[in-house]
């Protein structure tokens, strides 16, 4: 059971250009989010899915954009990449039913951002 | 708008000591919160996931409550040890899942 997958773990990227990070859980979960952690602070929720087919925005969505056409991946893009967007991205998944169970996370993908 | 605050952001205290980690949120409207454990540079590790409909959730020497209606949790550490030193994030679920910014905690020998 591989869990939260998430590739790839590090990233160096020049300003302008844009990447796709991966995500990948094989728990057949509905729910699934992107956060990314910056130093001293706790993680900012990017964007989320509550099924395939459904995206919505979280508290940080400007310059990444999301698609989530099957349950099992949730890629997160970006779009024209800045010096802003380096940080940790975590990828997060859990079943929802009637009520949220325990999140699981991905190891987290470092990109940086020259 | 759902708000997580975690309090204090840094805790240092000698080993053996039992603590209490603070989590308080806006909306009390949540499904559940569930308190994680990050060391540096690494992932996220689920420690305690407390239901709605609960008051408490144990697992070995750690506790956590929640107060709903006041919009509060707590994470008791009992005994604590060095390998206890990590950073505590407290994460709550409405609609989406928010987080603290997190308490760093140093256990010294």
């Known amino acids: 059971n591989a869990g939260v997958t998430q590739t790839p773990k590090f990233q160096v990227l020049k300003t302008g250009q844009s990447m796709t990070l991966q995500c990948a859980q094989d728990m057949n979960h509905e729910y699934m989010s992107w956060y990314r952690q910056d130093p001293g602070m706790g993680l900012r929720l990017i964007h989320y899915s509550v099924g395939a087919g459904i995206t919505d925005q979280g508290e940080v969505p400007n310059g990444y954009n999301v698609s989530r056409s099957t349950t099992e991946d949730f890629p997160l893009r970006l779009l024209s990449a800045a010096p802003s967007q380096t940080s940790v991205y975590f990828c997060?998944?859990?079943?929802?039913?009637?009520?949220?169970?325990?999140?699981?996370f991905g190891q987290g993908t470092r990109l940086t951002v020259v | 708008k759902q708000e997580v605050t975690q309090i204090p952001a840094a805790l240092s205290v000698p080993e053996g000591e039992n603590l209490v980690l603070n989590c308080s949120f806006t909306d009390s409207a949540i499904y559940n919160l569930q308190w994680f454990r990050q060391d540096p540079g690494k992932g996220l590790t689920s420690l305690l996931l407390i239901q709605s409909s609960q008051r408490e959730q144990t697992s070995g020497r750690l506790n956590a409550s929640l107060d709903k209606s006041s919009g509060r949790s707590t994470l008791y550490i009992a005994a604590s040890q060095p390998g206890d030193s990590a950073t505590y994030l407290c994460?709550?679920?409405?609609?989406?899942?928010?987080f603290g910014a997190g308490t760093r905690l140093t256990v010294k020998p």
């Open positions: 994460a709550v679920y409405n609609n989406d899942m928010r």
């Open positions: 997060a998944s859990s079943y929802k039913g009637k009520a949220f169970t325990e999140a699981f």
